[in-house]
């Protein structure tokens, strides 16, 4: 039985990931083989990370989403700026930093709860905080950064809609396949 290793996710517009690629052009110098950006259609917040799951419990989490998503009305999200994080722990990534926000905040706990409930997903030990990851890199790489990094990054992102990401782990990367989108509020 094939196992498909799914995530939940906000996408982000167009223009958004234009810009955060822009961004990754200002470390020309950084060394390819210690650091691994994410590509444009990758780029995304991670609400709820499911892992691998066969056929039958992807069509249970897809119907749990939709009924989460009736629950949450649109909303905005605004991120402030690029940091390198994570900050507990030795830094290992590029990240853009997005404010607290309730509403993120209570769509992300209903669906961790409801798939949670379902045996579907383990809670995370973690808090949620709202991030868009831009890079991963080696620990060698912070002896070329600067000892710190807080670049101003001013974007506001419309969510209305949340889908259900595939992602396939390949030697160049991951590469993502939406299997279903499901707006807010209907």
């Given amino acids: 039985m094939t196992k498909r290793r799914l995530f939940i996710a906000v996408n982000l517009p167009e223009n958004l990931k234009s810009k955060m690629v822009n961004y990754q052009a200002k470390w020309p110098d950084l060394d390819p083989k210690q650091i691994r950006w994410v590509g444009k259609s990758n780029l995304h917040i991670t609400l709820v990370f499911v892992g691998y799951v066969n056929d ?20 905005f999200i605004n991120f402030e700026r690029i940091v390198i994080g994570p900050p507990h722990d030795t830094p290992r990534m590029f990240w853009v930093e997005g404010e607290k926000s309730q509403e993120l905040a209570n769509l ?47 974007a506001q992102v419309s969510v209305d809609s949340i889908e259900v990401m595939q992602s396939n782990l390949k030697r160049t990367g991951a590469e993502y396949l939406m299997l279903e989108s499901v707006e807010l509020g209907e």
């Fill in 56 to 75: 039958d419990e992807m069509y249970e989490i897809c119907r749990l989403v939709r009924e989460v998503t009736k629950r949450h009305e649109p909303f």
């Fill in 108 to 154: 992300q706990k209903d669906l961790e709860n409801t798939l949670a409930g379902g045996n579907l997903v383990q809670k995370e030990a973690r808090a949620f905080k709202p991030h868009i990851t831009l890079a991963r890199f080696r620990y060698q790489v912070l002896k070329s950064l600067p000892e710190k990094i807080d670049d101003p990054f001013k």
